[in-house]
């Protein structure tokens, strides 16, 4: 506790009730400071202070002499009286028994060096015969209007301020009712939750609690020693809860009083003052503080909750002093008695006190008191959140303070799992589930349909062709290229052929009832026709001079036409390109020549077989076509030879294609490619080239566009050439960036995603693709787990790094999933010297001083070494031990064995390891001699049941049928674990009831689980588990973990 502020005034004061000027002070004089009986009348003062200035002076914004001393004084925010009084009303109690009304605005809001105006008081109000002692505003915002007061006359006024200008007066009990107190009125509190309740003391001890609404007294508690009520104060939360304080010096006390149980004795006395109580006042801020000084210069910090004194202002006058005469006339100790306590009501930790001497102090109260009390409210966090591994959030709640110091001072917490990206988990659902059920085209289909952009639909599209039988053909499909309709074109240029083909591939039809029969021409199909409808033999037709080629054969040869007559015709029949064809010309290429010259050389090379010399002369006139056909007469040396001057001589880009397509130069093709028309080099490799090129020749195309910077591009490529690396490589890149643009998080799932369906389609398992890749995953499994969804993030922690490794083991012992087997403990267990080495190596050093001491130290040794020759079983194979001499004599080591794993995964990360290999020197030889589990005695039968009453069987029975259900169920691995521990704690639990050390409570307990058992209610059964445990958890602790696991599977197999 530390001294803030300090003036010198002997005034009545009032906290400022305005948030916004929390650090005024009104301030009413009692006195100008003159000696002996003088009255020089009192003055109104309004002060302020900063609490962040290290100074303790005050500031005084503004003073006005007064007619009169003030004797109380109560400061309100009145929200009828904003416009005019936006600070609020100062109400004082005057020593000649009026109320005087201020507006402190009219103060506060003067320009700058001038007088306080005299106009700062709004109001008077005269009705009192005496001082007012005791002035206090209606605390509830729809009443704020409302004053009462009480004066030394014995009188008691309600003062309604609704109408400044003529405010109304009334009396708690009516005009026609008598007063009830005739003694002089020493304080007046309003309830603080009922607005029409009213609290008066008296002088007498007498404390009156008015109903205004019924105008009569609702109670009044009386003091036995009827010492004067100097203070009264309502509990702040509880309004059926008040504080009273007597001013009786041989009875010194402040009584809590609850009005529900008793308005005749207390609930509550406090007597650490050895003087009369002063002044009171009840911690606005926490309702189990108070404040209270007497007169016995104590200042004194109440705990209602633990009925004590938490802390003591400090006072330059410790001691009660003597009374004397100086003390009446203005001197000695009794000065700086404070006779004046209040909190702030605006700001925590902050109290003032009036003195006799007239110093007004102000007080942090925040440190300085009993360290192991309980902290202020306003220092204690209402509420607290903490977030837990998987998602995992728990939540305290403070309610608000029980008004009884034996209240009810129980804390909430909640415990709940929270999803802060619901969109991620649900995609994440998603492909975990495409995953399980390998539905990877459906889910390439889904993201295809939902792609935002050009780049993100042709990467599915080209992830759904991976997952295609005819993968190639997919591609092609893809690129735009569609056999059957490129087929369709054949009619346009060759209608005969295409005719042809249709004729060959349309079914035969005789019988017109069945469809449409083949195609043939109308004079075929007439003399057909009359040829089966005459029953003509084949014998007929062969004589009738029918050709099937070439029609009648006597007209043919009537008519003899010229070998080329018939190629002829069909030139003539076919539509000319040029006159449909209206595209751009491509530049002209130099058309064939023809002279005398050229032809009798052809014709002489001809005559002597030379195609050589042919195939040249035809291609220096330019006669391509003729060259070819003369080449290929002429052996495939000629034949190539021709070729290549062929293309030589071509200047068309498709020409080139068709080169590399002939010679089989499908690298050279990429090589040279256009790089903007990759999609057509793709094709072309889809189409030609063989499979074992196929990858190459597609990796090498993407290698080509990923130097000239087409990243997407080439990653499409590479996926063709199910390049991994490059391809994964190249999405981390395209990640990166996206994070930028649409947050991490998003471009993770993305990245994650395309890496685990591309991992099934080219099946290769994701953990061999490189430790970004592993990164990458830990990351997304972190993730996930924070989500909640532990399932999923297993699934991706499966890399063999050290991040993984933990989440794993993290995940095993927060979520036992089944099917998931223990992962291996990320950390490796080294083992440390036991204490016991330690001990025997100060031993030794201890017999090698004293000669004596170590002869007897080994005669014990030779003793204990009977233990070591006992058969017991080994912790592992090794050589044998040298004997029990590797412990210190009188104190053999404890054993370390790994506590068995609870059925529910939550156990301690060490028992993920299957038994360790423990030094056999850290072993006791005793621990082999220890008793079965389940401590019974070597004679009991584990399990055994035959000294089970008959009305205890069903027990027996129940758990028996349950366990042989489930052992006939396709359980997992985990689960089959757990079955384990199950018989385990079921053998203790009938050997328990076998020789009776179950208590009838815990056997009825178990009775009732039976039954639920029956019904199938394992969920009423997990509740009598869990008051098992909360009561018997220490006696029967081996036997109750299995028993959770046995409800939690059966929970879970027999819903």
Known sequence: MSLLKEI?????????????RAELLALGSKGDGGVGFENNG??????????????????????????????????????????????????????DGSVSLWNPALMLDREPGTDAPASCEIGRITRHKGAVNALQFNPHEDSAHLLASGGSDGEVYIMSLEKLASPGVFTPGGPTTPQAQVNEITSVAWNTQVNYILATGSQNGTVVV???????????????????????????????????????????????????????????EFHDHTAGVLSMSWCPNDPGLLLSCGKDNRTLLWDLFSRKTVAELPSDAPNAPQMGSDQFFGGGLAGQRRW????????????????????LQVWGLSGGGNPACRPPKWMRRPAGASFGFGGKLVTIANPQEPAAPNGDHRRFIHMQRVVSDTGLVAEAEALDRSLETKDFKGHCEQKIAAAATAEERSVWSFMKILFEKDARQHLLLHLGLDAEKINELNAKFNPEAAAAQNAATAPLAADPAQGPGPHVDPVTGALLSDRIDS?????????????????????????????????????????????????????AVPAPVYTE????????????????????????????????????????????????????????????????????????????????????????????????????????LATRLEAAGDLHSATLCFMCAVNVEKTVNAWCKESEVEARTHGHTFALHRLVEKVSVFAMAVDQPDQSMGPEVAQRFAEYASLMAAEGRLDIAAKYARFPDLSCAILKDRIYNAYPMQGYQPPPFPFDVVQIQTQAQIQQQQEQQQQQQQRQAAAQQQQQQQQRGGYGSRSHPQMYSGPPSTGATAHMPGMPSPAYAGAPRPGTGFGPPAATSASPAIPQASLSPLASAAPKAGGFPPDVVPGSTENVGPQDLPIVNAFNDLVSQLQGLPLTMMEQKQLQEIQKGKEIMFTKLNIGELSPEVVSRLHEMVACFGQRD??????????????????????????????????????
């Open 340 to 359: 004046n306590v209040q909190w702030s009501p605006q700001v925590p930790a902050v109290a003032l006190t009036c003195s006799l001497d007239g110093k």
């Open 8 to 20: 010198q005034a002997n005034a009545a004061v009032a906290w400022s009730p305005v948030k916004r």
């Open 210 to 268: 008015w109903d205004l609404k019924q105008k009569k007294p609702w109670c009044e508690l009386r003091d036995p020693a009827r010492g004067a009520a100097t203070a009264i104060a309502w509990n702040p939360n509880e309004g059926l809860q008040i504080a009273t304080a007597s001013g009786d010096d041989q009875h010194p006390s402040v009584k809590l009083w609850d009005l529900r149980n008793s308005t005749s004795t207390p609930l509550a």
């Open 1018 to 1055: 394992f969920g009423s059964a997990q509740g009598i588990y869990v008051a098992l445990t909360a009561s018997d958890w220490a006696q029967h602790k081996d036997w109750l973990r299995g028993l959770k696991s046995l409800i939690h599977i059966s929970m879970k197999r027999f819903r």
């Open 597 to 700: 010259e050229s032809e009798n050389t052809l014709m002489q090379a001809l005559l002597v077989g030379n195609f050589e010399v042919a195939v040249n002369c035809c291609l220096a006139y330019n006669q391509l076509a003729d060259a070819l056909l003369l080449a290929s007469c002429g052996g495939p040396e000629l034949w190539e030879k021709t070729q290549r001057a062929f293309f030589a001589h071509q200047q068309r880009p498709v020409m080139r294609v068709v080169s590399a397509i002939i010679k089989n130069e499908l690298t050279e093709l990429v090589d040279v490619s256009d790089l903007a028309e990759w999609r057509e080099t793709l094709a072309i490799l889809s189409t030609y080239a063989k499979s074992e090129e196929f990858p190459s020749l597609c990796d090498k």
């Open 42 to 95: 009192g003055e109104f003062k309004l002060v302020a202070m900063d609490l962040s200035d290290p100074s303790r002076g005050m500031v005084t914004l503004g003073s006005v002499k007064t007619a009169s001393r003030f004797t109380s004084l109560a400061w309100r925010d009145v929200p009828r009286h904003h416009d005019t009084c936006p600070y609020g009303i100062i109400a004082g109690g005057m020593a």
């Open 535 to 587: 029953g003509m033999g084949a014998e007929d037709v062969f004589s009738s001079g029918f050709h099937p080629n070439g029609g009648d054969q006597t007209a043919a040869a009537a008519s003899p036409a010229s070998p080329l007559s018939d190629v002829s015709a069909l030139a003539a029949a076919l539509p000319s390109p040029l006159e449909e064809d209206k595209s751009k010309r491509l530049d």
